[in-house]
Structures are given as structure tokens and as C-alpha cells.
């Protein structure tokens, strides 16, 4: 599959559940993000890696853990969730800006649809 | 503070009427601006932005900076513009990354 990859589709969880979202891009990149989208607020960034260093947490709570073992995958690791957390999890990718004004396009992912109990 | 707002929730015209989506924006810095558009059960996708100065599907933005402003128009809606948009300010940048401010988005909705 090309672009941007996100499984699973849709996450039911209980509070005490642990689990895991999976992003995997096939575009080469060398960036790759994680965002949240509620219902009543805009699409927010979580996470960004940079060679799979990560270079911002954007005050996400503890209960979020990400992980980026290479360039083409991202995961976000889950724990102890509360049902506020329930939203629209979206992961992009994009190259790196190293040199010239034109910044780089994110590809976004069909997102996993996380609902907690 | 770094903020995107897009005050219209909700967008109805009809078909080969003109359109204007709101965008205005906070930001200290140099702006960079996007507009970014999800189809109906498709990913959200870039549309366009203020740099290349470009127009996509017929569409166009202009940055007014007196005005913090990057509205989007298109002069005669077609019913495949019926979308969710999504205006965004490239927020700064850590490490060759660009952090993205969202703004709520607006629900297009283009009448036959």
C-alpha cells in the first residue's frame, strides 16, 4: 500500500486496557507526527519525531507513549486511558525542510478511531 | 499565542455561486499558510498554500497580513467541493519538522 497507514481502523478500550496504534509510511520521509482530532476541538499535534528523534511533546499526558524504531514506522502506545481520550488519532509524514523557504507537505492517514470505555 | 480560527462552522452555497471559506490567524512570527481539504471517506490532504501562490481546483488564497487574514475562494462552486476545510499555520519549525496549528474547519456544502 502507498502513503500513509494507520491500524487498526477503529479501537473500542476499557480503561484499564493497554494497547497500541500502528502508522506506517511509504514515502520515504524522515518526519512523521502524531495529532488528535476531537469532536469539539481542532485537530491537535502530539508528537513530532525528526529521524526518528522525537523533538516535541506537545504536554500530551504520561498515558500516551509514542514510539518511532525507524523512519517508515510510528507507533502510540496507550495505557490507562480516560474516556476524554476517545477522539480521531491522525499520523502524517513529511520530509525534512534542510535547506530553501518551501516547507514540506504533510501526508496525513485515514486515522484510528478510538473509543474509550 | 499561536491560533487558527475559522468562524463559520457550517458553509452552504449552491452550485456556481461564489465561495469564501474564513481564515484568520495569530501567529508573532512570518506566517505560513495552508489550506487543507477531507473529502467525503477520504484523508485529509493538502490543498494549498500561501507560498506557491497557486490555484488548485479553482481555488485561491491570498495572505493579507494587515488583516491576518487567508480566506479561501473559488469565483462558481462545483458540487465535488463539498468537503471539510481546514485552514493551518505552520507554527514554527524544530529540526527541519513543521509543528501545524489547526484551525476547526468548515463543512462545504455545495446545493444542485
Known amino acids: 500500500e502507498t502513503g500513509v497507514t494507520q491500524t487498526p481502523r477503529h479501537l473500542v478500550m476499557g480503561m484499564t486496557n493497554k494497547k497500541s496504534l500502528k502508522c506506517e509510511q511509504h514515502l520515504g520521509h524522515n518526519a512523521m507526527y502524531w495529532y488528535k482530532q476531537s469532536a469539539k476541538k481542532p485537530l491537535e499535534l502530539m508528537f513530532v519525531?525528526?529521524?526518528?528523534?522525537?523533538?516535541e511533546n506537545n504536554s500530551v499526558p504520561s498515558r500516551f507513549s509514542p514510539e518511532c524504531p525507524n523512519s517508515s514506522h510510528l507507533f502510540l502506545h496507550l495505557h490507562t486511558l480516560q474516556p476524554e481520550d476517545s477522539a480521531l488519532y491522525l499520523c502524517?509524514?513529511?520530509?525534512?525542510?534542510?535547506?530553501?523557504?518551501?516547507?514540506?507537505?504533510?501526508?496525513f492517514g485515514p486515522g484510528t478511531r478510538l473509543t474509550v470505555l | 499565542a499561536q491560533r487558527v480560527t475559522q468562524p463559520e462552522k457550517l458553509l452552504s452555497v449552491f452550485k456556481g455561486a461564489p465561495v469564501e471559506l474564513k481564515c484568520n490567524y495569530s501567529?508573532?512570527?512570518?506566517?505560513?499558510l495552508f489550506w487543507y481539504v477531507q473529502y467525503s471517506r477520504q484523508r485529509l490532504q493538502l490543498l494549498l498554500r500561501h507560498i506557491s501562490r497557486e490555484s488548485i481546483k479553482g481555488f485561491t488564497a491570498d495572505l493579507n497580513k494587515g488583516e491576518t487574514s487567508f480566506h479561501l475562494k473559488k469565483p462558481f462552486a462545483q458540487e465535488e467541493d463539498s468537503a471539510m476545510y481546514y485552514c493551518a499555520l505552520a507554527g514554527g519549525e524544530i529540526q527541519g519538522a513543521q509543528k501545524l496549528v489547526f484551525g476547526q474547519g468548515t463543512r462545504l456544502t455545495i446545493n444542485p
Open positions: 519525531y525528526s529521524l526518528e528523534e522525537r523533538v
Open positions: 502524517a509524514s513529511s520530509q525534512l525542510r534542510t535547506s530553501g523557504y518551501h516547507r514540506n507537505e504533510q501526508f
Open positions: 501567529y508573532s512570527g512570518s506566517p505560513e
